[in-house]
């Protein structure tokens, strides 16, 4: 039997953010090591390869995150019974996705790839079957209220890479090291989850392959997963253009630009995973109650966090990555306002997913990978890095203003409700800070106590 956790939200919502920002800042120095070493074209190359591998992964995925939480909580199936199915289906759609991924580098960027390392990209494309069962059983572990331990996973895989990429640099160096790096910390992190989802009673039954049983979740997941595709492209579409208009070393500037101004996303991508399995279990009344403060809370930090990056930015990355990335700044920039309407469309459209209305995240998706497409080919010739940036920007303003309209339908709540923090809203994160602090200091309290009593 599945063990759920029975922790508060404030609770879960604290942890989840250290771990987050552990995450993050220990994906940061693995993004240092490369930029330092490989410099702008090597960085390219590495971001194309990952880029490339993720959503490959994503696009095979066929919504079946979402699906998992969905029908593991709102229709209370056996956790389990849908491990096994996640299993089978990410072990076939992992040997589709390597054949992609063969093609595509072999006939499509196989002139963007140096010859030494074509093998080994390969060779990290065969890491996909364990790339998609890692996140279905991440997905099942949130569905179990384990958020906490959905981002120990993943501050396990970031460690994991950053070893990896040390080790590499270490052992081999140059770009095959890092490659042979990212191998190693996806192989490690695929069995760290394989083994934390064994001790929580998730991982109980052998992969199952029986495409009736497994019809309904890909049937679910089919529903949202349009918008995940379009989600996709839209996320970096414009990088695969800056490669073939300007070659790897725009990318790796981009790409730089990128990580600077997608921090301040910490705080979304928290509530995120916090706000599903709880959203999923209330009534919409119950939900609006929930999401309002939580909306409005999300658009001050993401507002704070951009004006911290303006100001501090351009120092950022000179110190981070070097002088040859000095050039990612002003992109960096021109990337901010889209940062703050692309936190606050994933969170809307967490909520809606959960809700039922998965369509909602596909159309506004298609809308601003349309955007985005049209102002990258009319932008980037023209501007190069800038109008990549520019385009982005325009494209999650677009998607984040229809979200807003579709919101509005389903809760009845007006974007000023959900956007311009409220005094109330500040007392109710410090109440919230106080309570998720509440068991710890319970907890160390106990223990020094307890060792008091020993001594």
């Given at each position: ?5 029975q ?27 490369i ?20 959503q ?11 699906a998992?939480v ?11 019974e ?16 390597f054949?992609?991924l ?21 060779l ?24 906490v ?7 396990v895989?970031a460690?994991a ?6 080790g ?19 192989v ?28 309904e ?37 981009y ?9 301040v ?34 658009s ?10 303006g100001?501090a ?5 000179g ?7 000095a050039?990612a ?12 309407a692309?936190?606050v469309?994933r ?13 909602c ?23 190069g ?10 494209a999650?303003?677009t ?7 579709f919101?509005?339908r ?37 223990r020094?106590?307890s ?5």
């Amino acid at each position: 039997m599945a063990q759920r956790a029975q922790r508060s939200f404030a609770t879960d919502s604290l942890a989840s953010f250290v771990l987050m920002l552990l995450t993050n800042l220990v994906r940061l120095p693995t993004n240092i090591l490369i930029a330092r070493f490989l410099g702008p074209a090597g960085k390219g190359v590495v971001t194309l390869l990952q880029l490339l591998l993720g959503q490959t992964a994503l696009v095979l995925s066929l919504g079946l995150d979402a699906a998992l939480v969905h029908f593991a909580g709102r229709r209370s199936r056996p956790v389990p019974e849908l491990a096994g199915r996640a299993l089978g289906l990410g072990l076939v759609l992992g040997g589709v996705g390597f054949g992609v991924l063969v093609a595509l580098l072999v006939w499509v960027f196989g002139g963007l790839l140096p010859a030494e390392v074509r093998l080994v990209s390969l060779l990290l494309a065969a890491t996909l079957p364990l790339t998609l069962i890692a996140s279905f059983l991440r997905s099942l572990l949130r569905a179990c209220g384990r958020v906490v331990e959905e981002w120990s996973l993943m501050l396990v895989s970031a460690s994991a890479l950053l070893a990896g990429v040390g080790g590499g640099l270490l052992i081999e160096g140059g770009l095959a090291g890092v490659l042979w790096g990212l191998i190693g910390g996806s192989v490690l992190t695929a069995a760290v989850t394989a083994g934390l989802a064994w001790r929580m009673g998730i991982l109980r039954q052998k992969p199952e392959f029986d495409w009736n049983s497994s019809r309904e979740l890909v049937g679910y997941g089919a529903k949202l997963h349009g918008g995940n595709i379009l989600e996709a492209m839209n996320d970096r579409f414009d990088m695969y253009i800056l490669a073939f208009f300007l070659g790897p070393a725009a990318v790796g500037i981009y790409s730089i630009a990128v990580v600077v101004a997608e921090l301040v996303l910490l705080f979304p991508g928290v509530l995120g995973s916090v706000l599903m399995p709880r959203v999923a279990t209330r009534s919409d009344e119950g939900a609006n109650t929930l999401m309002a403060p939580v909306l409005r809370m999300t658009s001050f930090v993401l507002v704070a966090g951009a004006i911290a990056l303006g100001v501090a930015g351009e120092q950022v990355i000179g110190w981070l990555f070097g002088g040859a990335f000095a050039a990612a700044f002003w992109p960096m920039v021109l990337l901010l306002p889209g940062s703050w309407a692309l936190g606050v469309w994933r969170t809307i459209m967490s909520d809606l997913v959960v809700r039922g209305h998965p369509l909602c995240k596909t159309w506004t998706a298609a809308v601003a990978v349309v955007v985005t497409i049209g102002l990258d080919l009319l932008l980037i010739p023209r501007w190069g890095v800038p109008g990549a940036a520019v385009a982005s920007s325009l494209a999650y303003s677009t998607a984040t203003g229809l979200g807003l309209w579709f919101y509005r339908r389903v809760t009845r709540l007006r974007p000023l409700e959900l956007l311009l923090p409220r005094r109330e809203d500040f007392d109710l994160a410090r109440s919230q800070l106080r309570a998720g602090l509440a068991p710890w200091r319970t907890e160390l309290a106990r223990r020094l106590q307890s060792g008091q009593d020993t001594a």
